[in-house]
């Protein structure tokens, strides 16, 4: 009924949740309606609502700007997730957008630089950006984030003014440059490219208006070339204009362009071996490829299809097999595309940020991937869910702690073990990811990953290994069902992960001759991006440590080649980051799979709460205290039952006393031995068990019911 009413926020706690109407709805989110809720947190600061009567995106982000800007406040973080087309990346945008607009205005104006673009614009024009290179239209979602985010938005201590933006990415999906499924597009940036629009550039980066000449772009597999919401066109002339407002040069601009063209390139390739020779078709487009990135073709070509020379020789060895070496060529396009877009973010976080963090307040804002089950699930998806799973203990816990934190406020000190049995951690699920992630990294070949999950399973049962010797349900454990297959049961639910090409997606490296042809490139940006450093002097040190890691390999280093172990760390340091803060929760929810507006299938939603961790969190209070009222909205529903008697001076006295008095009428007839295992109260609120409110309802009902009858008896 909401969503028909076209209101699409809801509160569950502390929990905003907010469907994606797949419409436009007017008056949502602008200026006008900022500016009201701004004055509304003047009107009613948070802290003195009995109810959140008016739930909006942009409430939410102004409670956590109001907590940031009290005294030895902890830094604020926003969490939004959701699955794909829940309305994440629009979600993030007006949180970004209200941040910048609270900032300005508190600031009397923006900050320029000498060029006269504001910060707060340079910081709301990096989102083009990391659009047009982390996101793809999918089967879910035109406009969907391969990768994770969290934008750190940092004020001066002693002005609150903003002095600058930091962004970290997580797991950038390099697989789809060369894997595409059926009615989906590669990533913006390539069609954007191709519909530019200016022949002398297309001309110089050697490519044509016509995504369906590109392998990359067209696999044949029923790809999609357009998008009826995004305008290619447009959106290219977009993402120049806020490079250049970050403060790109056209030098970088082009640079950028023409990596984006050698990967693409790289699909039209085929390198094949005839007669023990290498054969590459078409020739020129491969020198191309190598004219564009600056590296000599030969060697290119040698790297990427010969072993590499024996120790202590320089001769390369025989060719690899025709297979291998699209694969090798597949995995230099992935790594050239990763690099560049990390590369941008390094650039974009050195320009936009001139602070010092020991030194600043911030607001974050992390833009997570939801909980993910495809048909067929690999690698990826492990390290999403594993993400979600992480999120959910502390999403769990902060509404635990916050819940106790409450009976504190209260006066409620003596109960607050009441609530410790409400409180169920997911950490053994963690705990197995964690050390599958450990194990599988020393694995040869797919087919031997049954063993690690067969290990396990030994493992947990005989609870020998110490990593397991406090889990206790068998829901915990991993199994193996099918030969390619094994399920972990996930908090959420069962998720069967396939083993294909799980290896080498865990490698997740690239040849070391392949690496050296890049770092030896004639255009210093090229080295810049391999080495992901912003001038000649970093790119230096960089590679010297490169080459000293190649002689003097580092152990610690090693392992953190691996997809898992590298996502692993990553989770642990976003993890710690966000303990620091206070947080606020966002949960965005799709209202049906067709994208259709304004339809609502309750069980697809329904899923989706249980996935976000929404439901858990209610079940906590259920099995808590679930019904909290202030003593004056208790009075007012419950006043017709007995005589109250006169207010006094003391109003919350007043409503105190009264709530017990009614409390007593509607159960003195009862027989109930222990109300305060039903029933607490504290010092502005009434705690009551779903149970016992019900039956309160009930004893109302009555009482008026044998009212009502004496008086019409008296009549």
């Known amino acids: 009924n909401r969503l028909k009413e076209k209101k699409t926020f809801t509160n569950v706690g502390p929990t905003l949740l907010i469907v994606n109407p797949f419409t436009r709805i007017e008056g949502v989110y602008n200026d006008e309606v900022l500016e009201h809720f701004i004055e509304k947190q003047e009107r009613e600061p948070p802290e003195t609502r009995q109810c959140i009567d008016e739930p909006h995106l942009y409430d939410l982000v102004l409670i956590a700007i109001k907590e940031l800007l009290k005294p030895n406040s902890k830094n604020q973080a926003l969490v939004i997730s959701g699955e794909s087309g829940a309305g994440k990346t629009e979600a993030a945008k007006n949180c970004m957008e209200c941040i910048t607009h609270y900032f300005t205005k508190l600031a009397g104006g923006s900050k320029s630089d000498s060029n006269d673009i504001p910060l707060e614009r340079k910081i709301l024009n990096c989102n083009p950006i990391l659009e047009a290179f982390g996101n793809a239209k999918t089967v879910r979602n035109d406009n969907s984030s391969r990768f994770g985010k969290y934008v750190k938005i940092k004020l001066a201590p002693a002005t609150n003014v903003i002095t600058g933006a930091e962004i970290t990415a997580y797991l950038l999906e390099k697989s789809r440059i060369s894997e595409l499924t059926i009615k989906e597009r590669n990533y913006h940036v390539f069609y954007f490219l191709l519909s530019c629009g200016d022949d002398k550039l297309l001309s110089e980066l050697h490519l044509c208006n016509d995504p369906k000449k590109d392998k990359y772009l067209n696999t044949g597999s029923g790809q ?195 609530l410790d049995a409400t409180y169920k951690d997911n950490k053994d699920i963690i705990r197995l990811i964690k050390v599958f992630f450990d194990r599988s990294k020393d694995v040869k070949a797919d087919v031997q990953i049954y063993d690690v999950v067969a290990a396990f399973d030994k493992e947990i049962e005989s609870k020998k290994d110490k990593a397991f010797s406090k889990v206790k349900e068998n829901k915990f454990l991993l199994n193996r069902i099918k030969k390619d297959i094994f399920v972990i049961e996930h908090t959420a639910k069962n998720v069967e992960y396939s083993i294909d090409n799980f290896v080498e997606k865990n490698k997740d490296e690239t040849k070391a001759g392949v690496i050296d042809t890049l770092l030896d490139s004639g255009n210093l940006i090229i080295q810049m991006i391999f080495t992901n450093t912003t001038t000649e002097e970093e790119k230096k040190a960089e590679h010297e440590r490169i080459l000293e890691e190649r002689v003097k390999p580092d152990v610690n280093k090693i392992k953190m080649r691996y997809l898992g172990t590298k996502f692993k760390r990553q989770m642990s340091q976003l993890k710690t980051e966000l303990k620091l803060c206070d947080h606020h929760y966002i949960r965005c929810l799709k209202p049906n799979e067709e994208k259709k507006a304004l339809l609502f299938f309750p069980n697809f939603v329904f899923n989706q709460i249980q996935y976000l961790g929404v439901l858990a969190t209610i079940q906590v209070r259920k099995t808590g205290f679930p019904i909290r009222r202030y003593y004056k909205d208790f009075v007012e529903n419950f006043k017709l039952v007995t005589n109250l008697g006169e207010k006094g001076n003391d109003e919350l006295l007043y409503y105190q006393e009264s709530s017990k008095k009614i409390i007593d009428e509607l159960t003195k007839d009862q027989n109930i031995a222990n109300i305060e295992d039903l029933c607490l109260y504290g010092k502005n609120k009434i705690y009551m068990k779903q149970n016992f409110s019900s039956l309160l309802e009930i004893a109302k009902g009555e009482k008026l019911k044998s009212k009502i009858n004496r008086m019409k008896i008296m009549k």
Not at 268 to 277: A, E, F, G, H
Not at 321 to 331: G, H, R
């Open 224 to 418: 999609i070339m357009t998008v009826p919401t995004i305008n290619d066109k447009e959106l290219f002339d977009e993402l120049k204009s806020c490079f250049e407002s970050t403060g790109f040069t056209q030098e970088e601009i082009l640079t950028i362009f023409k990596v984006v063209a050698a990967v693409l390139l790289l699909g039209n390739v085929n390198m094949d071996v005839k007669n023990d020779k290498l054969v590459i078709e078409p020739k020129m487009t491969f020198e191309h490829i190598c004219t564009l990135i600056d590296v000599d073709s030969t060697k290119l070509a040698t790297v990427l299809s010969r072993k590499p020379p024996m120790f202590g020789t320089k001769e390369y060895g025989g060719l690899y097999t025709p297979k291998l070496i699209k694969s090798y060529k597949d995995a230099l396009a992935k790594e050239l595309y990763n690099r560049l877009f990390f590369w941008i973010i390094t650039k974009l976080n050195n320009k936009l940020d001139s602070s010092h963090e020991s030194e600043c307040k911030y607001i974050g804002l992390l833009d997570i991937f939801g909980f993910e089950c495809f048909d067929k699930n690999s690698l990826e998806q492990l390290c999403i869910n594993y993400t979600n799973e992480q999120l959910q203990q502390l999403y769990i816990k902060d509404i635990f702690e916050s819940d106790k934190a409450e009976f504190r406020r209260e006066g409620l000190e003596s109960k607050v073990h009441l």
